[in-house]
Structure formats: C-alpha cells, structure tokens
C-alpha cells in the first residue's frame, strides 16, 4: 500500500479501494517499524484499529476526514487520551476535554493516531528539551527534527502520518517544517481555536498544520479554522471577502469537489509583487540556504512574480521583544503548575517546600531558565523598564511589517538560517544559539501574521531547505494559494522525495506524493 497525501486518501476511501481500517493499520506498521529509531511519537493508539473500522460507511462520502489518521502535539488536550506537554510535570495527566482544534477534526471523521514530541511545555527547537528524549530527522537520523513541533513534522516527513496538527509560538510549525522537508502552515492569530492548547505564550501562540503538500494543510486548515466562544483570542467577525472565500472552500467536500479546491487556489505567480527582506537574508543564514532560496526566488520573477528587496532595520531588534515577551507570559501560565493545582505533587511538610520540591523534580532546565527569566521581567521594579518597553517596541514591528503590504502582496524568505543542525549541537543551555533557530520567522508571531514554510531545495549536506512565505492578516488562503503555485512550478530537485517512501528507503524522486 503506498502512503498518500490526505486528498488522496480520500478518494480512495470514497471510491471503496481503502478501507479506515487499512488505511490505521498502514501507519501503525509504519510506526512500528522506524519509530523507534526516530521517536516522533510519545504516545501511539492501537485503538485507532478499532476506531476507524467503527466508522459509519454511510459517512464516507460526506465526512471530510472519514477515516484519516492525524497525529496531535502532545500539548494539545484530548478526552481520556494522556497529554503530557513533554513535561514530568503532566506524566500522567488525562484531560477531560478535547482542544477545538482536534474536535473539529474528530467530528469530520478524522482518527486519533498519537501524540507526538515536543520541547517541554513548547520550550525548544529542537525537541532536546523534551522530558522523554529527542525526536530524530527522518532524513538523517544524527539531526533534529526542529521544535517545538519536532514529532508532529517528523510523523509526516517519515511516512507515520498523512497529516499532524503542531503549535507555532516563534516558529514551532515552520521551522521543523523547514527542516523536515514538508509543509508547515501557522495561521492568523486568532483564525483557529486555542481552546485545549496548553499555553506557552498566550499572545503569541497559534495552532499550526503538518503536511506533504500545500492542497491538503490547506484542506485541513479551512476545516478548523472558525470562531470559537471557548477562546477569548478567537476572532469575531471576518472581512467580508475572506469570509466567504473560506466558506466557498469549506463547503468542497471531497472527493466530488476536490479538483475544485485545487483550482482555487491555482493562481499562479503573474502579477504577484514580492518583497524580499534584506535582513531575513544577514549573515547567519548559511550560503547553502541562500542559494536555494534565491533559485527560488529567480524562477518565481521567471514565471511572472515582480520582486523587489526592501530593507527593515527594525527587525533587528525583533529576537529581544520575543524573548521577553515570550518569556513574561511563559512564566504566567507556568505558575499554576505548583504541586497543589495541576500535575505532579511531590510531598513535604509545609507549602512552600511543597512548591519548591515539585517545581523542582517537575520541569527541565529550559522550563525554568524562562521561568526565571520571565519573573525577573514581570516583576514591579523591571516591568515598566522591560515588559511594556517590549509590547511597545512589538507594536511599532507589527505597524512597520503591515506597512509593506501597502505595497507587496507577501515576503519571502528563508525560514531557518541553516539546514537541520546535529543533535546536541546547541549545548545544554545556549539561549544565544536557540534564539538564532527562530529568529527568521518569530516576526510573523509578533504580528500576527500567516506564515508557510514550504520546502524550496537541498543544502549541499542533502538536507531540506524551507522557503518562507508571509501575508498580511487574513491573507491566509492567498499564502496558501502562492505556495501552492511554487509547489506546482518548482524544479524537480526542489522537490521532496516523496511519493510514499522514507527518505533513504527507496523514494520516488520528485514525486508529489499525490
């Protein structure tokens, strides 16, 4: 049986030539065989046997994920499932509520496959700060897969799932994206529910996609996408016009209007004025990324993209803002993990050596270096000087990088500075070194923006190279549509070697793996 993009899936279940069963069973054997040399998965469901063949066969043809395994970040909650955030802290913690996000999927057919990998409490970017060991890239297992969403992209890129749901706080999508040589996809702030997602940094985060081709995190995006009373962050009201463009793609239930939703976003490059950001392109970015994204660039301006480079020096400043905002938010929502509320409770004899004994054996190093951190800044002799400081100096980045869509339609760029690095490379505590790991797509966080990353080529050590592209608020689907247009125009060697193997087990090159 190959492994096949979700649209793909479908088709085949409608028409009868897969069954749910077969299709859970694929990816269980998958797992089985390779995961434990990449640990993408902290948590794999035998029950999803059971599950998808106790689908309905009379939904088959209207549910849109009928019987498509999807794997989850281990942050995001779900009812009597474990969800342990990577922490000691929530070992064994089960919730008695599913995230929106997942829920959405679930009611659309979809079947739980696993939890997979993070940073602890999304603390990371490469999944070394996990309590339970690192997620390996499946290219080449001595690299990490990025983080904090290094599983969720390691389960696509090595063929254990079709489709994962990640979160994306500074780059936590779009970086194990990059590295993994798959499509990683954040949204808007606010178009899709965080209700049920463990916060990091509630102003920052977003729930972000997984996939091998840009139709289907488009699929998957339009289906959770929505308002919901549950978060208090999620949008309102839409515009107009992005409204109804989200509801028209909704409503393409596949497999009888698939094609249709190809079509849509089928734009092309003609016309589409690009900048390019001087200062995504400075000097940590390695000259093997740079050279695959300018051959990017040059054959988008060959098909019809007018691109132009523009400088914004402000940007410079952009990895501080994060880290103190980041950091004063992360410490706020890792206060109610003290032993007496939430997670794990290590005895003593009075309370505070109760907080101090279960805050100490409960998080990681990471975990309470930004807790450290993020007292320090919230505290009433620094807040004034650090904190509003940084939530100013964010708003006038946010106005500056909106000010470019008056003229540019999206940016580009690389989406890490260098291809996939060794494990352990980073040292045990090296924020300088972490920091530079996002600092190429934390900007779209701090604006709220949508951000794809999409794999534009290889590095001279053959390892992916993502190329990222960023719009403006609500241009989520014409993001996608652009990506979509590189996915269709790039050469063959741009492309993954997909098409249903592992990298390193016999792939297809250049196979789209439709």
């Known amino acids: 049986m190959d492994d096949l993009s979700v649209l793909a899936w479908r088709s085949r279940i409608a028409s009868g030539e897969a069954a749910p069963e ?81 829920e959405r999927l679930a009611h659309g057919g979809a079947v739980l496959l696993g939890k997979t990998n993070l940073d602890e409490f999304a603390m990371g970017v490469s999944t070394e700060t996990s309590a339970f060991g690192p997620t390996r890239n499946p290219w080449d297992p001595t690299r990490t897969a990025g983080g904090s969403s290094g599983g969720s992209a390691a389960a696509v890129a090595a ?21 993994t040589g798959i499509v990683g ?5 606010g178009l899709v529910s965080r209700y049920g997602l463990i916060p990091m940094a ?5 729930v972000g996609v997984f996939a091998r081709t840009v139709d289907d995190a488009a699929y998957a995006f339009v289906h959770i996408a929505g308002s919901d009373p549950k978060d208090p962050t999620s949008f309102g009201k839409l515009p107009p016009a992005f409204a109804d463009r989200l509801a028209e793609l909704r409503r393409l239930a596949y497999p009888a209007r698939a094609e249709r939703l190809r079509a849509l ?77 939430f997670g794990l409770r290590v005895p003593a004899g009075d309370v505070d050596a109760l907080y101090t004994r279960t805050r100490s054996r409960g998080f990681g190093w990471e975990a309470k270096r ?64 972490e920091l530079t790991q996002d600092l190429l797509t934390l900007p779209a966080n701090l604006a709220g923006l949508p951000a794809v990353s999409v794999p534009a080529g290889r590095g001279s050590d053959g390892m992916p190279v993502g190329l990222q592209i960023v719009g403006p608020r609500y241009s989520d689907l014409d993001v996608l549509a652009f990506a979509f247009a590189w996915e269709e125009a ?16 016999s792939p297809r090159e250049g196979g789209s793996g439709r």
């Open 159 to 179: 063929g254990f799932a079709p489709l994962a749901l990640g979160s994306d706080t500074g780059g936590s999508v779009r970086q194990p994206a990059a590295y």
């Open 265 to 341: 976003l089928s734009r092309g490059f003609s016309g589409a004025k690009v900048a390019l950001v001087r200062e995504l392109f400075g000097d940590g970015v390695s000259p093997e990324v740079r050279t695959a994204v300018e051959a990017a660039v040059r054959r988008m301006e060959a098909l019809g993209a007018r691109v132009e480079a523009v400088s914004v020096p402000e940007l410079e400043h952009a990895g501080a803002v994060y880290a103190v905002v980041m950091s004063a938010e992360a410490a706020s929502h890792l206060g109610r993990f003290d032993g007496v509320r």
């Open 490 to 505: 790039r050469p063959p060697e741009a492309r993954p070697p997909f098409g249903g193997k592992v990298p390193g087990s």
């Open 22 to 102: 077969d299709v859970v069973r694929h990816y269980l054997e998958a797992i089985a065989a390779r995961d434990p040399e990449i640990h993408a998965f902290l948590l794999v469901r035998e029950e999803a046997r059971e599950e998808a063949r106790n689908l309905r066969a009379e939904d088959r043809q209207t549910l849109p994920f009928f019987g498509i395994p999807v794997a989850l970040k281990d942050n995001f909650l779900t009812r009597g499932v474990r969800t342990t955030a990577g922490s000691r802290m929530l070992e064994t913690y089960v919730p008695p509520v599913d995230a929106t996000a997942w």
């Open 370 to 433: 930004r807790i450290l951190f993020g007292t320090y800044v919230t505290l009433s002799e620094s807040f004034v000087d650090l904190y509003e400081r940084a939530l100013r100096a964010r708003r006038f980045l946010a106005s500056r990088l909106e000010a470019l869509f008056a003229d540019f339609d999206f940016l580009l760029g690389p989406a890490t500075p260098t291809t996939a690095p060794v494990v352990g490379a980073a040292g045990d505590v090296d924020p300088v070194v």
């Open 202 to 206: 509630a102003s920052l985060d977003t």
């Open 185 to 189: 996809f954040k949204p808007t702030y």
